[in-house]
């Protein structure tokens, strides 16, 4: 009976607490159910089969314990849903593991997850939040994957302790692009299970010491664009983390110093990021994608590239020279897809790239790349975009069709030297020559004047006679290595040929001796082996200085062995340089001046190389303190965002929209390479730093570092006046926008400018390419004379200018400019040019036909006084009331009638009337307000 009792008893119980359970279990699931009604009354639009007749459990992306009937995960990733999530998740759904939000547009906060001791997994990214609850990741004691990336209207916060404190177990943290900032904590002491860990795009300021040590587990570690941190080394604590490291972006964290040789402590890292730093050296890695753009890298490429498993390389844009040395590693690379090797000082021709056949994308732009682009780049199956531009190609132009590529740029009009601007055969000459220079491994020093399709006309080393047939080749003293062409033997018309004092190998091809014409092969002091063909008896060889060169056993012993120079021929050698030192030496005696001397050294230049890098520093000396700021180049890439903002191009270069380190925006032109031999930069920098004028562009600095050179100005926010003249070519209709009294302004303030340089500077300037795209408008529309380039300097007491050639641009030239024989050059020729601005002003049209071809009236134009004659007023149906028709005479009326002459004398009033004459117009024209 007792037994029984006690039994009855004890089921009771279980079931009264059965029945307690159930009423427990019950209100649970209320409180789950009343939260979630919240949750979709404020998401829009509403998730589907979200409705309140159907049990949460069933809804799309909730899912609940099958026992328990509580929910477990909230997952509604890509939905593109808007609004908040309520307050009281952490309340209600007490038994959730998995909440997943990611890539939609909620707004509001982060949703409160604290003590949540289930939960193990956290996506919030991709959304709009705007805030984080304090205490929000309190007592989070079982997550594992925490990620909030790029909630990028987040306010700046701090690394949450509320992490550190309780949740030991993380092992995936995102937290790119959330304003985080400060320090990080030290994630081997909070973490030590961390596997993945992105912190990129935040304003981190510090990483503790030992941050990375002993973290077994990690594989992905992302700290990119903090560029708040302070300059730091490689982390080589990291080294003794884990060898299961595969992801490491480090990009623009100001990393500096060397690296450690990667591939010995991370066997399987595949993806380096170390983009935008300052790194010295490239790291020894067997990676998959390395990026090391904008570094201070220098040196060839590494040989462990070739052979390597590399399918994306960056290495373009390094600070100063860059790379230099051969691409040649690229062609055993077959694993290749996209390579950037721009702006760097790569030398050498394009290696056959064939059997990299994943190849998509190869930027080879900006560098010192010559010869012959190989049919085997354009033949390459996959390849999309490429870009050749800038460089020193040669032959013919690569044969495209352009629906086979995204994008093409072979640089056809750039420092290239191709035959022609389109695809077609060169000359026969220019192909042999580039024979030739393929034995040499195409050298720069021959590429920068190996140009075109006519090697009679500046090609360094060639000598043609009257009917451009080639007579003598001299290649004496170049450096050059590699080995004698056969192609040599193509030159039929050759006579002589010169390749002493190089570092040549290899054997005299037997072709030469079948030259009809030949007289004289000088070949020595290289390192030839091999026997010396048979040469006939009326050509002289010289082979001294080639130790391992063999007479042919069954030749005589005459031309064919090293021969002595004649003694007459030295005698003759030495009265000839005796006599031109003497002239030389005269000329500098009578010269006496270092404009002449410039010149000689010009002279001299064709056959020893460029001096204007030595020029210009002795120019910078001679300014002493008065110098502008010089910038490296360095600087330059930086102030321009690396070239982003292109405001123009001229003749010598392109200009670029910039930001000096105090936030001051300037505009900086860039010179190409192709721009002379840096006459122009130096005009440009001696010409306006002797200016202070209101009227005149600023200088602020400039950039001069062997082939690059930059000029950094005031910036002026409307642009040239061109835009502001040329009706048809304004589509926005912008010379409207100016009325005839800003107009008239405009050309007060050029005639100030102009006056200032003919008479107010303490030389006298002459700027010789005065028009309306070298006036620039600033905010207020003051114009400002710029572009300097041609201009020349001379004392106000010599009233002639002397140059060789005509200088500036048709339509405004000086006739005296243009053609000698109508008189003497002078700063009037550039009051013959402001004329021909104000005609254009005031008519609103170019004054010559660019279409047609090249006759006088591109440089006087005949039509004005043709329209003077018939008594027609410029500008007259532009007008529309009688002020402005007023304006319109107050601006022709000093260029047009000050000077008392007729309408048929005009043509010669530049050059004609006196000095004071031409003071009187530019006076009278000033005082006319």
């Excluded at 730093?277 to 220098?298: D, E, I, M, Q």
């Excluded at 072709?511 to 048979?534: C, Y």
């Excluded at 004379?785 to 405004?812: C, H, M, N, Q």
Aim: charge should be negative; proline fraction near 5%; glycine fraction near 6%.
């Amino acid at each position: 009976m007792a037994a029984y009792l006690k039994s009855r008893l004890k089921n009771g119980i279980i079931s009264i607490c059965i029945l307690v359970m159930s009423l427990g279990c019950a209100k649970s699931n209320d409180g789950e159910r009343e939260y979630m009604l919240k949750l979709l009354n404020a998401l829009k639009p509403t998730p589907s089969n979200w409705s309140n007749t159907t049990h949460m459990c069933h809804w799309t992306g909730v899912t609940c314990n099958d026992q328990s009937g509580r929910i477990e995960e909230i997952d509604l990733r890509d939905m593109s849903l808007t609004g908040t999530v309520p307050s009281g998740l952490n309340d209600s759904l007490t038994q959730l593991k998995y909440l997943i939000l990611f890539n939609n547009s909620l707004s509001g906060p982060v949703p409160a997850l604290a003590n949540l001791t289930f939960l193990e997994t956290m996506y919030l990214d991709n959304n709009n939040f705007n805030s984080i609850p304090h205490g929000c990741f309190h007592a989070l004691t079982s997550l594992n994957w925490l990620s909030l990336t790029y909630n990028t209207k987040l306010p700046p916060w701090n690394f949450p302790t509320d992490l550190t404190a309780h949740s030991s177990q993380l092992q995936r943290l995102f937290l790119e692009g959330t304003n985080l900032m400060g320090s990080i904590p030290n994630i081997s002491q909070f973490f030590p299970a961390m596997e993945r860990l992105y912190l990129s795009n935040n304003n981190l300021s510090s990483i503790p010491e030992g941050c990375f040590y002993n973290l077994t587990d990690l594989t992905d570690l992302s700290l990119a664009n903090n560029t708040n941190l302070p300059p730091w080394t490689f982390p080589l604590q990291l080294t003794h983390s884990s060898s299961l490291l595969n992801y490491l972006d480090l990009q623009a964290t100001n990393l500096m110093g060397s690296l450690p040789s990667l591939s010995d402590f991370f066997p399987i890292l595949m993806y380096v990021y170390f983009s935008n730093n300052h790194l010295p050296s490239s790291p020894k890695v067997a990676s998959r994608t390395l990026l090391l753009s904008n570094n201070s890298l220098t040196g060839g490429l590494p040989e462990s590239f070739g052979g390597s498993r590399i399918a994306i390389l960056h290495l373009n844009n390094q600070k100063d020279e860059g790379f230099s040395g051969t691409i040649d590693v690229l062609s055993s690379m077959s694993d290749l897809s996209q390579v950037w090797l721009q702006w760097n000082s790569f030398t050498g021709p394009i290696p056959d790239l064939s059997r990299c056949a994943s190849l998509q994308d190869l930027q080879l732009g900006h560098n010192q790349l010559t010869g012959v682009v190989p049919d085997s780049l354009i033949a390459l199956a996959n390849l999309n975009n490429f870009s050749l531009d800038y460089n020193y190609l040669q032959g013919p132009v690569p044969e495209i069709d352009p629906d086979d590529f995204d994008t093409v740029n072979l640089g056809v009009d750039t420092t290239n030297g191709f035959c022609h601007k389109d695809p077609g055969p060169c000359d026969q000459r220019v192909t042999i020559l580039l024979e030739i220079a393929a034995e040499f491994k195409y050298p720069i020093l021959l590429a920068r004047t190996w140009k075109g399709n006519n090697p009679c006309k500046g090609w360094r080393s060639i000598t043609c006679d009257d009917k451009s047939k080639i007579r003598m080749v001299n290649l004496s003293n170049l450096k050059l290595t590699g080995t004698i062409s056969s192609a040599f033997a193509n030159l039929t018309d050759l006579r002589e040929l010169y390749l002493n004092g190089n570092n040549l190998t290899g054997e005299i091809p037997d072709g030469l001796t079948s030259l009809p014409q030949l007289e004289l092969v000088n070949v020595s002091n290289n390192h030839l082996a091999g026997n010396i063909p048979k040469f006939s008896t009326k050509v002289k060889v010289f082979t001294a200085g080639n130790d391992f060169l063999q007479l042919p056993s069954n030749g005589s012993s005459d031309h064919r062995r090293p021969s002595r120079i004649s003694t007459p021929l030295i005698t003759a050698t030495i009265a000839a340089a005796a006599g031109i030192g003497g002239l030389v030496l005269l000329v500098i005696v009578i010269c006496n001046r270092k404009r002449c001397l410039s010149f000689l050294q010009r002279i001299m230049s064709k056959e020893t190389g460029p001096f204007v890098d030595n020029e210009f520093e002795e120019f910078m000396k001679s300014y002493g303190s008065l110098m502008l700021r010089r910038y490296n180049y360095s600087e330059v890439k930086r102030m321009t965002n690396s070239f982003q903002d292109k405001l123009g191009r001229g003749g010598y270069g392109i200009v670029y929209k910039a930001c000096l380190s105090d936030g001051c925006p300037v505009a900086v032109k860039v010179l190409t390479e192709s721009s002379a031999s840096g006459e122009e930069f130096i005009n440009e920098v001696a010409s306006i730093s002797k200016t202070s004028h209101v009227n005149i562009v600023s200088l602020l600095g400039f950039c001069y570092e062997k082939h690059k050179r930059a000029l950094i100005y005031e910036f002026m926010s409307n642009g040239s006046l061109d835009k502001f003249i040329y009706k048809q070519e304004s589509p926005n209709n912008a010379f409207c926008s100016l009325d005839w009294n800003t107009l008239f302004q405009i050309t007060i303030g050029i005639a100030r400018g102009l006056e200032y340089l003919h008479q107010g500077c303490s030389t006298r300037i002459l700027h010789l390419d005065i028009k309306p795209q070298n006036i620039l408008l600033d905010e207020d529309f003051c114009p400002k004379i710029a572009d300097f380039g041609l201009a020349k300097i001379y004392k106000k007491k010599e009233s002639i200018v002397s140059f060789l050639g005509t200088r500036g641009t048709p339509g405004y030239i000086a006739p005296e400019v243009f053609s000698r024989t109508f008189g003497k050059v002078s700063h009037k020729s550039d009051v013959y040019s402001f004329g021909m601005l104000i005609l254009e002003l005031v008519g609103g049209r170019k004054n010559y036909d660019t279409g047609e071809s090249l006759t006088s009236e591109m440089y006087f134009p005949d039509w004005i006084y043709k329209d003077l004659e018939e008594q027609n007023m410029l500008g007259r149906d532009l007008a529309t009331t009688e002020e402005e028709n007023d304006m319109i005479k107050k601006i022709t009326l000093p260029v047009l009638y000050a000077p008392k002459v007729s309408v048929s004398q005009f043509s010669r009033i530049s050059y004609s009337i006196t000095d004071e004459e031409d003071y009187e117009i530019v006076e009278e024209f000033v005082s006319i307000k």
